[in-house]
């Protein structure tokens, strides 16, 4: 049988609406059948996402999405069909944690200046045990009418370079590749295209990824053109990656829905192929 999948989403253990159990259950509405839950730099919600799928008969997957920094530019890694209980892992992100409340320490101190206040306690009240992220402010700026819309957040304040900017140091790319593959995942390129580098510094960047030990790159997003699948092939081609596929869901009812995916290209590897 044909598993439907999605690898890449997000619950409320860091910046999606749902809990990890809402999250399976729309999962299963719109007949996705391999799950993999991807929270900002936690495992929090792994173990209900888990019993939850387990409840709706679907195939779960362990996941992650890892901050890094590679040459001083973030780049987000998906960490796939892990070990859970796997120190590595669960060691390494630690200091990724601690960086995220760091940084919304800094974050909310920056607004201040700006005459912004309230920010730290919304965020954290918002955030709960998971993880706070740039969104949580986006939402607190919107919801306060210090911006006209969550992404006149990041324009205005929270985008790099901005006001309210926190450039942030985050695991080195080599090492968030090691803990995967320490923990028997599987390291997989978030939204190559999202990060806007000319094809050069995409080669250089999927040479270094590959010799760290990556082995996939999401061709297919919930936001791919055509164009994009195409182009995110070729570079899965060129680097012998496999091929993911995840919608980067967050909040129901906005742009990306759950599962809502152009299926791969044929004429290459899918990365579940190494599960
Ligand atoms: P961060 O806390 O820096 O990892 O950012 C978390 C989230 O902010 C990402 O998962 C995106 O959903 C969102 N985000 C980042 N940059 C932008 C942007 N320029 N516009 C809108 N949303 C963004
Ligand atoms: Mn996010
Ligand atoms: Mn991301
Ligand atoms: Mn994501």
Redesign the pocket.
């Known amino acids: 049988m044909n598993l439907r999948y999605d690898l ?3 619950s409320t253990a860091s910046d999606g609406a749902l809990t990890p159990s809402e999250l399976v259950k729309r999962a299963k509405a719109k007949n996705v059948t391999a799950l993999a839950l ?1 929270d ?1 730099d936690t495992l929090k919600g792994q173990q209900e996402a888990k019993i939850a799928a387990e409840n709706n008969q679907i195939n779960y997957i362990s996941g992650i ?1 890892l901050s890094t920094t590679w040459e001083r530019k973030c780049f ?1 890694i ?1 960490g796939l069909n892990f070990d859970l209980e796997a120190v590595a892992l669960s060691s390494g992100i630690e200091k990724l944690q601690i960086q995220r409340k760091q940084r919304a320490e800094r974050i909310s101190a920056l607004l201040e200046k700006k005459g912004i206040s309230g920010a730290y306690q919304f965020v954290t009240e918002q955030a709960g045990e998971g993880m706070i992220t740039r969104s949580h402010f986006a939402d607190f700026l919107f919801q306060h009418q210090h911006v006209k819309s969550r992404q006149d957040a990041f324009d205005k304040y929270l985008g790099a370079g901005k006001s309210a900017f926190v450039n942030t140091i985050w695991a080195d790319l080599h090492d968030a590749v090691g803990w995967i593959q320490a923990a028997g995942g599987v390291a997989v390129v ?2 190559p295209l999202r990060y806007k580098l000319t094809a050069s510094w995409m080669r250089r960047f999927l040479a270094a990824f590959k010799e760290s030990g990556g082995q996939a790159i999401e061709v297919v997003t919930g936001r791919s053109s055509v164009e994009d699948i195409r182009v995110s092939m070729n570079y899965a081609k060129k680097f012998e990656l496999t091929a993911s596929l995840g919608s ?1 869901f ?1 909040v129901p009812d906005q742009w990306v829905e759950l599962g809502r995916l152009a299926p791969l290209p044929e004429n290459i590897q899918p990365v579940w192929e190494l599960f």
Do not use: I
Request: glycine share 0%; hydrophobic share 15%.
């Open positions: 890449h989403c997000h991807t900002h999405e987000h998906v978030a939204h980067d967050h």
